[in-house]
């Protein structure tokens, strides 16, 4: 099966790239299985970061405690390399959404783009595919 046939999210993570100094986009499931990805990324690189994106959401989900207390719900974590950042956010029921930048990435507006286009992708994870819409009722 080809890539755009898999990928049928894959749009709506190029739409927030159009933000300056974004890279990538991923949205991978809580097993760390992608579920699509920005264009800008092949397959290969697109499935291995997902894998790693699971590891750092559940690393940073165990520190909940630290911050207050074991259910305190995690939202988002923001890595800061040299060369830029990742920002790892909560993108529905077993579902998360990263994002890589460049350092002079503005970062409030990156991480209020991501809540536009989580809020975009939890009804898109939500809504159950529609059957034959042919037959009349």
Not at 43 to 59: I, K, P
Not at 114 to 137: A, F, H, N, S, Y
Request: charged share 25%.
């Amino acid at each position: 099966m080809n890539d755009a046939a898999t990928n049928k999210l894959g749009w709506m993570l190029d739409d927030a790239l159009k933000m300056p100094e974004t890279r990538h986009a991923v949205l991978l499931s809580a097993d760390g299985l992608l579920m699509a990805h920005s264009e800008r990324i092949s397959v290969d690189d697109a499935e291995r970061h997902a894998a790693g994106m699971a590891g750092l959401q559940s690393l940073a989900r165990s520190a909940a405690e630290f911050c207050s207390s074991a259910e305190t719900t995690w939202r988002q974590t923001v890595t800061e390399f040299d060369d830029g950042y990742v920002f790892l956010v909560a993108a529905g029921p077993g579902a998360y959404l990263a994002v890589s930048a460049t350092e002079n990435v503005d970062m409030e507006a990156v991480s209020f783009r991501l809540q536009e286009l989580v809020q975009r992708l939890g009804k898109e994870l939500t809504t159950p595919p529609r059957g034959d819409l042919g037959g009349v009722r």
